[in-house]
């Protein structure tokens, strides 16, 4: 669980620390996609050198087959990246968008982009964390067995799903609006 809070630390304290510094949210976007990338780079070299260490193993030991083999499950994942590529590539456009229409004059309204920016940046943060404490906290098998009446983690998505809808809309908002103003200008 350590390893979640370095991340979290890491991926809100590098933004915060530029926006601090007055960056725009061109700058936000792109510190967070070199953020994704750095992660992604991580867990790839992870599930290789595993797979190297794998092969090694088991050229240098001869293979042994137990009856437990066939009951125990020793499948595990080395490093998922594809969850981490959704993010950055929603974030990679945000960031072209905005420069471009920086670059051709369109008038931007940087303060609604910088709420938009960590509205977004959240709640794209706040769903894994969700999931880990409900998993650490113990989920009921099936909805009938759920004596709340509503399952934690299905209000906890819809709740981040909405905020994150409104942040993405507003992206676009803005984007439209700016065209249009610096079209007529």
Do not use: C
């Not at 819809?158 to 200008?185: D, H, N």
Request: charged share 10%; glycine share 4%; aromatic share 12%.
């Amino acid at each position: 669980m350590i390893i979640f809070w370095i991340i979290f630390i890491v991926l809100i304290g590098v933004p915060l620390f530029l926006h601090v510094r007055g960056k725009t949210v061109v700058a936000l976007s792109l510190s967070v996609v070199l953020m994704y990338l750095l992660a992604i780079l991580a867990a790839l070299s992870t599930a290789v050198l595993t797979a190297i260490a794998d092969l090694f193993i088991s050229m240098i030991r001869p293979p042994t087959v137990t009856k437990s083999d066939f009951y125990d499950d020793t499948y595990f994942v080395a490093g998922n990246a594809e969850q981490l590529l959704a993010p950055m590539l929603i974030f990679m456009a945000i960031a072209l968008v905005f420069w471009l229409l920086a670059r051709w004059g369109a008038p931007l309204p940087h303060d609604a982009l910088k709420t938009l920016f960590w509205m977004l940046h959240i709640t794209v943060l706040a769903l894994p964390f969700a999931a880990a404490a409900m998993m650490s906290a113990g989920m009921p098998r099936s909805y009938l067995e759920d004596t709340n009446g509503a399952n934690p983690m299905v209000v906890a998505t819809s709740i981040v799903s909405l905020l994150t809808f409104i942040a993405v809309i507003g992206f676009i908002w803005i984007a439209v609006k700016a065209t249009f103003q610096r079209i007529r200008a």
